[in-house]
Antibody, heavy 120, light 111 residues
């Protein structure tokens, strides 16, 4: 079945880096764009970044631009989010999600999320 | 402050009908970009509920319906059930931000 599994979350000190991974299975990963979405504790959803099916196009939310980098390895069916210069306000559950309907479309499927905590 | 505006909470008794509004602007819903809805049950990841303003993915009960007009959209839930208690989010694309945007979320309480 279609599945996205995130990993790599944890507690990281302000200013440090962390890389998240999202392993895809059950669909042809290389054919679809992919998103990262985050959710701070008790808060709503915030779109973070999107990457095209082949990795040639990437777009970011202003809140992470210049600090986060989205990438993918289609040979490994894996999506990544490199997070640098982390801040307390980056504390969130990070979800990967499929952009199966294109850049302006809906998010489906979703992973279960991985928690990133940056102490203040 | 979210680009798309939703009421923080709505409630209804079992069997009743509730609606959740989502208000945007001319750079997103009114552009016009489609509106999509997600259901997030407590402690779980969001799940696609409605796509393309009014389309239900396979497996979503027809008690859930969506509509859009101008710069606003609505999610309607009829025949409320206890298992519908969740957070609901609308989502669209914003051309001025060059990215997807979400509403702040609405907590549905089934009385």
């Amino acid at each position: 079945q279609v599945q996205l599994v995130e990993s790599g979350g944890g507690v990281v000190q302000p200013g440090r880096s962390l890389r998240l991974s999202c392993a895809a299975s059950g669909f042809t990963f290389r054919n679809y764009g992919m998103h990262w979405v985050r959710q701070a504790p008790g808060k709503g959803l915030e779109w973070v970044a999107i990457i095209s099916y082949d990795g040639s196009n990437k777009y970011y939310a202003d809140s992470v631009k210049g600090r986060f980098t989205i990438s993918r390895d289609n040979s490994k069916n894996t999506l990544y989010l490199q997070m640098n210069s982390l801040r307390a306000e980056d504390t969130s559950i990070y979800y990967c999600a499929g952009a199966t309907s294109g850049y302006v479309g809906w998010f489906d499927p979703w992973g279960q999320g991985t928690l990133v905590t940056v102490p203040s | 402050q979210s680009v798309l505006t939703q009421p923080p909470s709505v409630s209804g008794a079992p069997g009743q009908r509730v609606t959740i509004s989502c208000t945007g602007s001319s750079s997103n819903i009114g552009a016009p970009y489609d509106v999509h809805w997600y259901q997030q049950l407590p402690g779980t990841a969001p799940k696609l509920l409605i796509h393309g303003n009014s389309n239900r993915p396979s497996g979503v009960p027809d008690r859930f319906s969506g509509s859009k007009s101008g710069t606003s959209a609505s999610l309607a839930i009829t025949g409320l059930q206890a298992e519908d208690e969740a957070d609901y989010y609308c989502q669209s694309y914003d051309s001025s931000l060059s990215g997807s945007v979400f509403g702040g979320g609405t907590k549905l309480t089934v009385l």
